[in-house]
């Protein structure tokens, strides 16, 4: 079994719609991470949790919200998804700190289509 | 300006050629430096990460760091086409609390 899951694995929407993207794992891991990939753009960081009671904006997280339900679980949501949110959404998760074991782990993405 | 920099390519080298990618990246305080592969429509995977200057090697693949220059490499060698891929660069901030990504090389390894 995959140590990140996301669910689902393709959507798409209509502009207005509420959306949530789900994120599990089962690497025992702290730190979980919220990324969207455009093409041209790279990775970027819209939210990231150290643990449930310690979540943090990342680079782009306006019209995002992120909830930590537990320590294995990590979900993001578009209050109201505009068609600029259509992009390849990523949930990755680290174990602590700087050094050797800040390696990211990726789920498999999801797709999110905003139409 | 981009806290990470990468040439987009594409990049093609014949099989069992060098293949020679580069990053830049602008804050000084960075610790750890990683590269990741990412094929088509798949999430990325880690391939190598360095913390310190000098050469790390890992079977085909040396990551080179130079924090003096704020530069970062990764040699493959004997290339494969299986290597064909999208090369991300991903840096992390002082705190190591988060990373930071280029837009990724894309190389293409011809039999």
């Known amino acids: 079994d995959a140590d990140v899951t996301q669910t689902p694995r393709n959507r798409i929407t209509k502009t207005g719609k509420r959306i949530m993207l789900e994120c599990s794992q089962t690497?025992?891991?702290?730190?979980m991470y919220w990324y969207r990939q455009d093409p041209g753009l790279g990775l970027r960081l819209i939210y990231y949790?150290?643990?449930?009671?310690d979540i943090n904006k990342g680079e782009i997280s306006d019209g995002y919200s992120v909830s930590r339900q537990a320590q294995a679980k990590f979900s993001l949501s578009l209050e109201s998804a505009i068609p600029n949110q259509t992009a390849l959404y990523f949930c990755?998760?680290?174990?602590w700190g700087t050094g050797s074991t800040d390696t990211q782990y990726f789920g498999p993405g999801t797709r999110l289509t905003v139409l | 300006q981009k806290e990470v920099e990468q040439n987009s390519g594409p990049l093609s080298v014949p099989e069992g050629a060098i293949a020679s990618l580069n990053c830049t990246y602008s804050?000084?305080?960075?610790?750890?430096f990683f590269w990741y592969r990412q094929y088509s429509g798949k999430s990325p995977e880690l391939i190598m990460s360095?913390?310190?200057?000098g050469d790390k090697e890992d079977g085909r693949f040396t990551a080179q760091l130079n924090k003096a220059s704020q530069y970062v490499s990764l040699l493959i060698r004997d290339s494969q086409p299986s290597d064909s891929a999208t090369y991300l660069c991903?840096?992390?901030?002082?705190?190591?609390?988060?990373?930071?990504f280029g837009t990724g090389t894309s190389l293409t390894v011809i039999p």
């Open positions: 991903a840096v992390s901030d002082p705190t190591g609390n988060q990373f930071y």
């Open positions: 949790s150290f643990d449930v009671k």
């Open positions: 360095i913390y310190s200057n």
């Open positions: 990755a998760t680290s174990d």
């Open positions: 804050d000084r305080g960075s610790q750890s």
């Open positions: 690497k025992g891991h702290d730190r």
